[in-house]
């Protein structure tokens, strides 16, 4: 997996190169990563990449032509390695980032990320490179940086090999589709709240029901849109009907 960034900030990318799990990849050789400053790709002695917005308004534009040349710079390092770049723009006009989105992009080789500031970018910027565009949710950053790393993150950690746990990955949130359950560990008892017995039994079939009936009660009562969209497993309506039950009988 290869990234082209796009930005006037690549130091800020040092936080996906330089900790962590998205550190310890890029040294294993799962992912590489390249920033381009389209500052670089100015002609004039200032350096400028952005102009007030042809019709007035706030704000300033980010300029065509250097942003045009920096992607196309991109580009070219991906198709000489054989792949066919997609390029995307983060903005919050995107359609939203999900899990499908993100194992969706990890199967394309080649990504170039723009990650834009200002009021936005010289509409035939995006009208001519730009592939799609992506959001990370319906609030407004002061650039993309911190978008294309969400991004980058969510597609690292997917990465064979990228975690330590190799089912790691495996048993996230919305993976299944639905919130992940909640986690124990050492003590056994913290200020009068014990762990739930059925963790300590060793039954892994109970545990592994356990699980599956809390995820299913957290997505139902914090993300009832998580649940629509997909239908319950035989094993999954009958866990939750068995509760429902249950709840029933205690209340009357
Ligand atoms: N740039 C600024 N805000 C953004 C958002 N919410 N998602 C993606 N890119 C952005």
Known sequence: MHFEVISLFPEMFNA?????????????GLYSVEVTNPRDYTQDNHKTVDDRPYGGGPGMVMLVEPLAKAIAS???????????????????RGIPLTHQKVMALCEIKGLVILASRYEGVDQRLLDTVVDEEISIGDYVLSGGEL??????????????????????????????????????????????????????????????????????????????????????????????????????????
């Not at 991109?74 to 919050?92: D, T």
């Not at 909640?182 to 200020?191: G, M, N, Q, S, V």
């Open 16 to 28: 996906i190169t330089q900790s962590g799990i998205t550190s310890r990849a890029q040294s294993r």
């Open 74 to 92: 991109a580009k070219a390092r991906i198709v000489e390695s054989g792949i066919v770049p997609h390029v995307i723009h983060m903005s919050p």
């Open 147 to 252: 978008p294309a790393m969400v991004l980058m993150d969510a597609m690292i950690r997917q990465l064979p090999g990228a975690l330590g746990d190799a089912d790691s990955a495996s048993e996230d949130s919305f993976v299944n589709g639905l919130l992940d359950y909640p986690h124990y560990t050492r003590p056994e008892l913290y200020e009068g709240l014990v762990v739930p017995d059925v963790l300590m039994s060793g039954n892994h079939a109970k545990i592994r029901e356990w699980r599956l009936l809390q995820s299913l009660l957290l997505t139902r009562a914090k993300r009832p849109d998580l649940l629509a969209a997909r239908s319950l497993t035989k094993e999954e309506a009958r866990l939750l009907q068995v509760i429902d039950r249950e709840q029933e009988q205690a209340s009357s």
